[in-house]
């Protein structure tokens, strides 16, 4: 049966569908008011972009995946729009790559970080970070700032999946690599990441994952290759220019810019 009441056959079945999961988040708790603004904001790049994984998003996918494999530790952020739109995804991410998954909320409290906790083991996962967040983000004030000690921040590698800039920001100036998946290149989050993802949650996860698997037997000194052959600068403005020209001219992010 469908998750909602419109035929798949609609033209904008996935978006609905979205949209859906975004307003029963709310409704159980799980993600803040404010993700339905997030939402909103991320339909409209969708649809510049064409609703398709760009080749851009493609190569960084790939990329993140080789950093996944490098890690020490790596960890899989979760807040409220995540845990509504993706929560299979990121387990099976989690698994194929044995990173660890720990809730995180910008408007933190402890109530939705128990629910989406909850909600993360009702799909499946058995262990969750982020109900004990006694450490803290160096530079961040409040309780944005507050993360697990042995989650994010002891982490090397961190997955940040539609995230706010200014936090995306302070756990690049503690040393780790940022994966962020942000559908809006010229967001901050996007901008100041290792390893920007211009392109849906919902398609860049599976995606992530997919690299993952394929790139597991590889050698040490091949994922470092692929890791330092990553321009995030390029692969923004090809983001960009696939924007301005229709959503279809994406390059190679190795190619040359023609700008
Ligand atoms: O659950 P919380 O309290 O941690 O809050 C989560 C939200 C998302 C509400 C909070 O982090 C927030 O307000 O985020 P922003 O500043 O609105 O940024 C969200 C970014 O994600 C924007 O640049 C959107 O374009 C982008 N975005 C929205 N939906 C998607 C997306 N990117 C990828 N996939 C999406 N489905």
Partial sequence: MNEIDVPESHPRYEQL??????????EKGLTHYQGLIAEGRGEAFDYLIGEQTLPSADGAARV??????????AVISVNGNVAALVPDEVI????????????????????RV????????DHGLTEVKGLSAE???PGLDHDRGRVAREGLYAADVVLVPLEDGDRTA????MNKTVVAVDLNPLSRSAQVATVPIVDNVIRALPNVTNHARELAGYPHDELESIVEGFDATA???AAERAIRDGGDSDVTIDGPDPD
């Avoid at 569908?17 to 709310?26: C, F, K, L, P, W």
């Avoid at 993140?64 to 530790?73: P, R």
Wanted: charged share 20%; hydrophobic share 55%.
């Fill in 235 to 237: 692969a923004l403005r």
């Fill in 135 to 137: 450490a803290r983000i």
């Fill in 170 to 173: 302070a756990l690049e100036a």
């Fill in 92 to 111: 099976e991410l989690a698994a194929v790559t044995g990173a660890d998954v720990e809730v995180n909320l910008f408007n933190h409290t402890q109530s």
């Fill in 17 to 26: 569908v979205m949209r859906h999961r975004i307003e029963s988040g709310v």
């Fill in 64 to 73: 993140a995946a080789a950093h996944f494999l490098l890690a020490d530790q």
């Fill in 114 to 121: 128990r629910a989406i906790v909850d909600h993360l083991r």
